[in-house]
């Protein structure tokens, strides 16, 4: 063969190659999306309902029943708390933490290793994993305010959105209500120092960090100014326009006598 045919059959076989591997890539992130869409779904096999909420388990739980009932009782008076329409949750309960991190990286989309339980925006579902009831009860109060937000609140900064979830930690029922049940008095010290060494007129400009801020190693610092903003607010029953309006004019003298005071 001449060497302009074997040029052209090198060519040929190329493109040929080329065209397969596109296949390939195409074929491979149609299953992943699929995968990723469903949200691994299928995995929560066992599932119970109560009222507008269902929680969804690896495996079959004793307790699920009771945490869902739970669960929508507390969403009920979370909605009445902050006057918006109470919506349905989905609560998705891998085995251990463990499970729990590996599933995330895998279906959850943004999901960074060290975040404790979330809320995803994907698919409007809760995730974490079973543990001791004194730790799964503030982390599903957290995550039921963000499905509450995401469905009743579209205008929140992330400050507002975190800190009122962080609250809401703390938010118990109390005759037929939800009352603050005692401060977070660890993260009320945090937020006075950082005030103290920004200076108070910078509260503003901390509280509008990036989102990334929130993850790496001043998450806690964040999400402790962010707390103490949105409990001052609550103090001064500004909190639920703030969270209507989506926007809280607030100032670090308000934050600071609140946190002396609250401490
Ligand atoms: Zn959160």
Same mark, same amino acid.
């Given at each position: 063969m001449a060497p302009n045919g074997q040029r052209r059959k090198r060519i040929g076989?190329?493109?040929v190659t080329l065209a397969l591997l596109l296949v390939i890539a195409v074929l491979a992130t149609v299953t992943l999306g699929d995968v990723v869409g469903r949200g691994g779904g299928e995995l929560f096999t066992y599932r119970v309902r109560s009222g507008d909420v269902w929680v969804e388990s690896v495996s079959r739980r004793d307790n699920a029943e009771q945490v869902a009932a739970w669960a929508d009782? *507390?969403?009920t008076l979370l909605a009445a708390r902050f006057g918006v329409a109470k919506p349905g949750a989905v609560i998705r309960l891998l085995d251990n933490e463990t499970r729990y991190a590996a599933f995330g990286r895998q279906n959850l989309p943004g999901f960074g290793g060290a975040m404790q339980f979330c809320y995803a925006r994907s698919d409007g579902a809760v *995730?974490?994993?079973?543990?001791p009831s004194e730790r799964l009860t503030p982390r599903l109060q957290h995550e039921l305010f963000h499905?509450?937000?995401h469905r009743t609140m579209p205008r929140l900064p992330l400050w507002l959105e975190e800190g009122t979830a962080v609250l809401v930690e703390t938010l118990q029922a109390k005759d037929g209500k939800l009352a603050v049940s005692g401060p977070l008095v660890?993260? @009320?010290?945090?937020?006075?120092?950082?005030?103290d060494e920004h200076g108070l007129d910078k509260l503003t400009t901390l509280l509008d960090s990036p989102q990334a801020t929130f993850i790496g190693p001043q998450g806690f610092d964040l999400y402790s100014l962010s707390y103490a903003t949105a409990a001052? @607010?609550?103090s001064q029953d500004r909190l639920q326009t703030a969270l209507r309006v989506g926007v809280a004019p607030v100032d670090g003298q308000t934050v600071l006598t609140f946190v002396s005071r609250a401490r």
């Amino acid at each position: 063969m001449a060497p302009n045919g074997q040029r052209r059959k090198r060519i040929g076989w190329a493109v040929v190659t080329l065209a397969l591997l596109l296949v390939i890539a195409v074929l491979a992130t149609v299953t992943l999306g699929d995968v990723v869409g469903r949200g691994g779904g299928e995995l929560f096999t066992y599932r119970v309902r109560s009222g507008d909420v269902w929680v969804e388990s690896v495996s079959r739980r004793d307790n699920a029943e009771q945490v869902a009932a739970w669960a929508d009782g *507390y969403l009920t008076l979370l909605a009445a708390r902050f006057g918006v329409a109470k919506p349905g949750a989905v609560i998705r309960l891998l085995d251990n933490e463990t499970r729990y991190a590996a599933f995330g990286r895998q279906n959850l989309p943004g999901f960074g290793g060290a975040m404790q339980f979330c809320y995803a925006r994907s698919d409007g579902a809760v *995730y974490g994993w079973w543990c001791p009831s004194e730790r799964l009860t503030p982390r599903l109060q957290h995550e039921l305010f963000h499905r509450l937000a995401h469905r009743t609140m579209p205008r929140l900064p992330l400050w507002l959105e975190e800190g009122t979830a962080v609250l809401v930690e703390t938010l118990q029922a109390k005759d037929g209500k939800l009352a603050v049940s005692g401060p977070l008095v660890k993260r @009320l010290d945090q937020a006075a120092r950082l005030l103290d060494e920004h200076g108070l007129d910078k509260l503003t400009t901390l509280l509008d960090s990036p989102q990334a801020t929130f993850i790496g190693p001043q998450g806690f610092d964040l999400y402790s100014l962010s707390y103490a903003t949105a409990a001052a @607010l609550d103090s001064q029953d500004r909190l639920q326009t703030a969270l209507r309006v989506g926007v809280a004019p607030v100032d670090g003298q308000t934050v600071l006598t609140f946190v002396s005071r609250a401490r």
